[in-house]
């Protein structure tokens, strides 16, 4: 069985439509090719309350969480508040953090020293290039919400999470989706284990709908592919990938 996660995205600004969220999409494709089954995608405030029950409720469930947004100083940066609620623990100040906000931000006030608080047990994962390391809490990685960041932050320890990986093919159909839901339907039943979608694209020329196939057996996805194929019209076949 593949790993599991989910990822939580935490910031009014996504709610309200003022910023987009890019990194739900990243961390998908990314985990994707990691071998690892994203299973929940949530959006959710800067609330304490509502980040600690969301993030208890995801630990519980998925092998990985990851959080991204409302690491900053300002006031409504509240993520590692909520993730100790989540755990039952205390923030404390990490050392390591203080040092760098110091060297970053001169001698800062309270509330931008909030940003040296982690909750207790946390771990600081220091990686080469990154200036402010991402934390680990029991199975939980937050990430900040600035996408840049979250990118490069990710790329540095990707591999912890590499697991079995997916096995692909595409197959690019002319012709209306209506035409091969039955197909499809029939070929799914028969091969559990091969995660197959269909995807209508308005504005392609050459083809009208995308099917893609993808499994952690590399043999069962083969025999999918090659039942779709034996199934379906040949002439509203285009192409296969």
């Known amino acids: 069985m593949p790993k599991t996660a989910a990822v939580i995205i935490i910031g009014n600004e996504i709610l309200s439509g003022k910023v987009k969220d890019e990194n739900s999409h990243f961390l998908?494709?990314?985990?994707?090719?990691?071998?690892?089954?994203?299973?929940?995608?949530m959006?959710?405030?800067?609330?304490?309350?509502?980040i600690a029950?969301?993030?208890?409720?995801?630990?519980?469930?998925?092998?990985f969480v990851f959080t991204s947004g409302g690491i900053g100083p300002t006031h409504d940066d509240v993520t590692m508040q909520g993730i100790a609620g989540a755990f039952g623990r205390k923030l404390i100040v990490d050392e390591k953090l203080k040092e760098l906000i110091i060297k970053r931000c001169g001698?800062?006030?309270?509330?931008?020293?909030?940003?040296?608080?982690?909750?207790?047990?946390?771990?600081?994962?220091?990686?080469?290039?990154?200036?402010?390391?991402?934390?680990?809490?029991?199975?939980?990685?937050?990430?900040?919400?600035?996408?840049?960041?979250?990118?490069?932050?990710?790329?540095?320890?990707?591999?912890?999470?590499?697991?079995?990986?997916?096995?692909?093919?595409?197959?690019?159909i002319n012709g209306e989706?209506?035409?091969?839901?039955?197909?499809?339907?029939?070929?799914?039943k028969r091969f559990p284990s091969v995660e197959i979608?269909?995807?209508?694209?308005?504005?392609?020329?050459d083809y009208k709908v995308l099917v893609t196939l993808e499994s952690l057996e590399e043999?069962?996805?083969?025999?999918a592919v090659e039942e779709l194929l034996k199934l379906l019209p040949r002439q509203i076949i285009f192409r296969t990938a």
């Open 177 to 188: 989706e209506c035409l091969i839901a039955d197909t499809l339907d029939a070929v799914s």
């Open 197 to 205: 979608g269909s995807y209508p694209k308005i504005s392609e020329r």
């Open 53 to 63: 029950r969301t993030v208890a409720s995801c630990a519980g469930k998925y092998d």
């Open 43 to 50: 959006v959710i405030p800067d609330d304490v309350d509502e």
């Open 219 to 223: 043999e069962a996805l083969k025999q």
């Open 28 to 41: 998908a494709a990314e985990l994707r090719q990691l071998g690892v089954k994203l299973s929940l995608v």
């Open 107 to 172: 001698v800062p006030s309270d509330v931008v020293m909030r940003m040296a608080e982690l909750p207790e047990g946390g771990e600081l994962i220091e990686l080469n290039g990154i200036n402010f390391p991402p934390v680990r809490v029991e199975n939980v990685y937050v990430f900040p919400g600035i996408p840049e960041f979250l990118r490069k932050k990710f790329a540095a320890l990707r591999e912890r999470f590499r697991g079995s990986p997916y096995f692909a093919s595409r197959v690019y």
